[in-house]
């Protein structure tokens, strides 16, 4: 074990967190609208809108991220349509491209969490609400929303944790993250194993935070758990 080269290669790859926080920070956000318009299509009763969301979270989820990233980074250029289009100056850069793979993968997986979530409020809560007079809209706002958020918070906690794993697959289009800055170290100092390890302890230290941030907001979310632990 060479500790010299680890501890020389922190700086270098810690000077990849940014770019790697905003890969899965913009994708998160991103896929999460793409995520909220799926569940209502799913949820809405539209046949047409159902099927054209079922069609993109089978296809998002069953095919490999890495697949999707080569497919929009390296197929859409072949499209003239794509290259004339306003999209082409975001399109052509692999940091948009990455950002855009990760969006539209997170967003599948993270609709039939909130799916999921949706249907797994109680009826009887539902039509208590009706039975108070509330219309749809205030239902929504005040019912089903929050419980949906604090039974979605732990499964969407894994899958931020799941998209900065995910993030490391921007490297094979030329981003220097973390692991794109480590494939460059590895040819300077032959030394694989030792700067994997390091690259391996800042991403389990980024998730390590994550997974922190979660606990909180479902400590903060849920004041009937807070109540019965104290």
């Known amino acids: ?6 501890i020389s290669s922190v700086p270098t790859l810690l000077s990849g967190v940014p770019l790697t926080v905003q890969l899965v920070g913009l994708g998160e956000i991103l896929g999460l609208a793409i995520a909220c318009l799926a569940t209502w299509g799913r949820l809405s009763g539209n046949l047409a809108a159902a099927g054209v969301s079922r069609l993109y979270v089978f296809v998002f989820r069953g095919t490999p991220l890495l697949v999707q990233i080569y497919l929009i980074y390296y197929g859409l250029g072949q499209f003239p349509a794509v290259r004339e289009s306003f999209l082409w100056p975001l399109l052509r850069e692999p940091y948009w491209c990455a950002i855009l793979a990760l969006a539209l993968n997170t967003g599948a997986y993270t609709s039939e969490i909130l799916r999921g979530a949706i249907q797994s409020i109680p009826q009887g809560q539902v ?25 979605a918070l732990p499964a969407y906690g894994n ?40 690259a391996g302890l800042i991403y389990l230290g980024l998730n390590f935070a994550i997974a922190q941030a979660v606990r909180w907001a479902e400590w903060r979310l849920t004041p009937h758990l807070r109540a019965r632990a104290s």
């Open 159 to 198: 899958e931020i944790i799941l998209m900065v794993k995910a993030s490391s697959l921007a490297s094979i289009i030329t981003l220097l993250e973390i692991t794109g800055l480590a494939r460059r170290l590895i040819p300077q100092t032959y030394a694989v194993f030792e700067i994997f390890i390091v």
């Open 127 to 151: 039509e208590a609400a009706r039975a108070c007079g509330m219309g749809r809209l205030l239902m929504f706002r005040r019912i089903i929303v929050p419980i949906a958020i604090r039974q």
């Open 1 to 6: 074990m060479n500790w010299d080269v680890m």
